[in-house]
């Protein structure tokens, strides 16, 4: 079945390609890139309205959205959960629910219990343990793993639930920090007996974003001036000198743009980047300009042909041999053996979706 992370990644292969503009005194001439494929995507988190329920009722699971999900119960015999995410309560004792697409899975622990026992009081007190599962956006501030506890016995208050704090987990940089709990890390005001069931969580940090603004600039001739940009969204006391850039130049219309090139993903940043308009006065200029066979936004999947066109602006009259080359970090670039017309065409997998894609000039 096609995951949506091939779509993500057939959609991110669609964009709109552009003009690298350089001085016609240069040695060689290289289109702008294509790339990186943006493969990051939540953690998946399941959730349940309850943590008990009753034998004979039904709740409904949620999950992340963008995930293609196996539903399963284990004991099958205390619940049982459909394709959709729907468990039944069938006989009373603790089941986990697990959700997974591959190596991502995550699962929650219900509590099925009889009417009659719903409404009275057990011989001991059982009480559930869900760690907490947070996504929080990168602020610069420490956050501390909590938890949520629930029970079916008469009398319960969640507040008088301790846990030793030792236990619990601070994360502060970016990342997913996975939180254990042990049944041995809880105690309950005024039952030393109270036995505890207890399902794991996570802190997921995720990335604040920045924008990196082109600044506008001015070419007299063939001399390319320095190119500068404006970086706003950085918390304060980080310096903006630790979010690393380059810059290229491509062309729409009649217009050039100062294109800022980066990493996506620095630090605890994640980046965005807005072009600047360059003026060129009196310069002459050759430019490579590639063009998709497919269409912007549409969806491709694993086995599609993906056509890219070098159309060459500038080099009538000129000797000139074209290389196609790929990367995967923008930095150490690949050539394609024999790829070396005005058209290279591939086939789109879990290797080849993870490129970004470039054509050199030599003359």
Known sequence: MKTTMKKLSAMLLAMILVLQIMPVAAEQIYSSTQGPIDNYRDKLQVTSPSSVILVGTSIDMSATAGYILKWESKPADVAEVDAYGRVTAIAPGIVRITASEGAYKDSVVLQVVEKEQSEGEGEKMTIVISANKDKITYDGKEHVSGFTASSNAEGFNPENVKINEEK????????????????????????????????DGWIQIKPAPVTIKANDAVQKGDEKPEFTATVTGLLEGDDPGMIQYTFDLYTAGNTTYINPVCEQIQGNYRITTEPGVLVIENGAYRAIKLISNWPEGEPAYEGDMITMTAELIGFEGTNYTLQWQHSTDKKEWVDEPGANGTTFTYEL???????SWRVVAKY
Do not use: H, M, R, W
Request: contains cysteine; hydrophobic residues 30%; charged residues 25%.
């Open 168 to 199: 619990l987990v601070v994360a502060k940089d970016c990342g997913v920090y996975t939180v254990k709990y042990d049944a041995s890390d809880f105690s309950y005001e005024g039952e030393p007996d109270a036995e505890f069931i207890v399902s």
């Open 349 to 355: 997998n879990e290797t080849t979706c993870q490129y």
